[in-house]
C-alpha cells in the first residue's frame, strides 16, 4: 500500500462484502417462493423481499465501485485522499440510508417504483454522499496527477450521480414516469456504469499485467467512445411499449444492437492484455476474477441482452424470464464480478499480507459462475417457453407458471451454488489461514 489514506477503501469493500451476503440470500430466498409461493407470505412478501435483494445489489456494487475509487485514485494521482473524514461520513451516509430503507420496507413504507422504492430521505441522503464524494475525488484528482483511468473513472461517477436526481422526478402521466425511471435504470447500468467498470478492470490489467500505460489508455477511450455511443440512444429499447412515438423502435432497436460492441471490446482487452503482459503476478485470484468479469459480462450483457432487444422480438419476450436471465447474468458479470475483482485485488494489499486462500477464492469464482450460468439457461428455457405459451398461445398466466415449475425448482438449485459462492468467497477474503506449524525434529539444528 503506498498512501495511507487508501484504507477508507477497506471499511467500504467490508460493507460490501456484507451487504453481498445479504442480497444473495434474499435472491435464494425469493428464489424458493417461486417454488413455493405461500412461503413467507404473511411475515414477508414476496415483493419486500425483492426490494432487499434488488437494492442491496444496488448499494454494494455502489460501495465497490466508491471503494475502488478511494482505493485506485490515490495511486493514479500520486498523493493522498483530500479528505478522509469526508470519507467516512460518506460511508456513514449511505449506511444509515440503506438500513432506513430496508427498515421502511419491512413495515410497508416504500416508494412503488421498481429499484427507487427508498423513501425520500433516504433518496436525499445518497444525493448528498453522492456529492460528498465527488468533492473529495475530484479535489484529489484535480491536485495531482491526471491519467486517463481517473478520468474516466471520474465521468463515470459524475454522470452516474447527476443521473439520481431524475429519481426525483415523478410525474403524474405513466410514460413520462417510465421514461424518467429508465434515464436513472438503463443509463446507469448500460452507460455511466460501463465506463467505471472500464476504468477498474482498466486499472487491474495494468497492475496484474504490467502492459505499458500507453496501451491501455488507447483501448480504454475505444471502450468508453462506444459506450457512451451505443448506450445512450439505445434507452430506446425501453420505449417501445411505454406509450413514447414509434420511432423508438427503430432507434431502439438500432443502437441497441451496438451495445453489444464495448463488451466484446473489454473482453477482447482483458485478453489481449494478458497476452501481452510480462509480470507474472502472485495474485491470480484476482486475474481470474478480472477475465470471468469482462467474459461473462460479454454474454450477459451482450449477447444476452441482443437476443431479445430488437423490437419485432421484444413485442412477445418482454417481462418474460428471458428478461429476468438476461438480468441476473449481465450484473453478475459486468459489475458483481467486476467488484469481486477489484476487492480480491486490493484487500490483500490493504491487510499488509501476501495473497492467502487464493483456492478458495479461485473456488468460490467457479461456483458463482457455474451457477449464475446454469440459471441463465433454465431462465432462457423457462422464458422461450411463457413467451410461447403465454403470448402467442394466450394462456393465462398462473397457468403458465405452473407449468414452469421444474425451471423454477433448478433456478433455485442454481441459486444455492452461487450462495454458497458467494459465502465461500467472504470468508476466503476475512478469515486468514493458519500456517502450518512444524514441529522441531530431534536432528534440527536451532534457527533452522
Not at 138 to 155: D, E, H, P, Q, Y
Request: aromatic share 16%; charged share 10%; proline share 3%.
Amino acid at each position: 500500500m503506498k498512501y495511507e489514506t487508501q484504507k477508507v477503501a477497506y471499511a467500504y469493500f467490508l460493507c460490501a462484502m456484507a451487504l453481498f451476503a445479504i442480497q444473495v440470500l434474499g435472491g435464494l430466498v425469493a428464489g424458493w417462493i417461486y417454488v413455493s409461493p405461500n412461503f413467507l407470505s404473511e411475515l414477508l412478501p414476496f415483493n419486500i423481499i425483492r426490494m432487499i435483494h434488488t437494492n442491496a445489489l444496488i448499494v454494494w456494487l455502489l460501495l465497490g465501485f466508491f471503494g475502488a475509487a478511494y482505493f485506485l485514485v490515490p495511486e493514479e494521482s500520486e498523493r493522498e485522499i483530500y479528505s478522509v473524514k469526508l470519507a467516512y461520513l460518506q460511508l456513514i451516509i449511505l449506511m444509515v440510508g440503506t438500513l432506513g430503507a430496508v427498515g421502511s420496507y419491512l413495515v410497508g413504507i416504500h416508494g412503488g417504483r421498481e429499484f427507487l422504492e427508498q423513501p425520500l430521505w433516504v433518496k436525499f441522503g445518497i444525493l448528498v454522499a453522492a456529492l460528498i464524494f465527488l468533492f473529495n475525488i475530484s479535489m484529489t484528482v484535480l491536485a495531482g496527477k491526471k491519467t486517463a483511468i481517473t478520468n474516466v473513472l471520474l465521468m463515470g461517477l459524475w454522470l452516474l450521480s447527476l443521473l439520481w436526481i431524475f429519481a426525483f422526478i415523478n410525474p403524474d402521466n405513466l410514460s413520462l414516469d417510465k421514461m424518467y425511471w429508465w434515464f436513472v435504470v438503463h443509463l446507469w447500468v448500460e452507460a455511466t456504469w460501463e465506463l467505471v467498470m472500464a476504468a477498474i478492470l482498466a486499472f487491474l490489467l495494468l497492475k496484474l499485467t504490467g502492459v505499458d500505460r500507453e496501451v491501455v489508455e488507447k483501448w480504454l477511450y475505444v471502450i468508453v467512445a462506444t459506450a457512451l455511443f451505443s448506450g445512450i440512444l439505445g434507452t430506446g429499447h425501453h420505449f417501445y411499449w411505454i406509450g413514447l412515438p414509434g420511432y423508438w423502435q427503430w432507434i431502439g432497436s438500432i443502437f441497441s444492437t451496438f451495445e453489444v460492441i464495448p463488451f466484446f471490446l473489454m473482453m477482447s482487452f482483458a485478453f489481449v492484455m494478458v497476452w501481452k503482459g510480462r509480470r507474472n503476478h502472485p495474485n491470480k485470484a484476482a486475474l481470474l476474477w478480472s477475465l470471468g468479469s469482462s467474459t461473462v459480462a460479454f454474454f450477459g450483457a451482450g449477447v444476452w441482452g441482443f437476443l431479445h432487444t430488437l423490437h419485432g422480438v421484444n413485442f412477445y419476450s418482454h417481462g418474460t424470464q428471458i428478461t429476468a436471465a438476461h438480468g441476473h447474468l449481465a450484473f453478475y458479470g459486468a459489475y458483481v464480478a467486476l467488484n469481486l475483482a477489484i476487492i480480491t485485488y486490493a484487500l490483500p494489499i490493504l491487510r499488509q499480507r501476501e495473497p492467502y486462500n487464493q483456492v478458495l477464492n479461485m473456488a468460490s469464482f467457479w461456483l458463482m459462475t457455474g451457477g449464475m450460468a446454469f440459471m441463465t439457461f433454465v431462465l432462457t428455457f423457462a422464458g422461450t417457453i411463457q413467451t410461447h405459451m403465454q403470448r402467442v398461445v394466450g394462456d393465462y398466466f398462473m397457468d403458465v407458471q405452473d407449468s414452469l415449475s421444474i425451471f423454477y425448482i433448478m433456478r433455485f438449485g442454481a441459486g444455492f451454488f452461487v450462495v454458497i459462492g458467494a459465502l465461500l468467497f467472504v470468508y476466503s477474503m476475512l478469515v486468514v489461514r493458519k500456517r502450518e506449524i512444524i514441529e522441531p525434529g530431534p536432528n534440527t539444528v536451532p534457527g533452522e
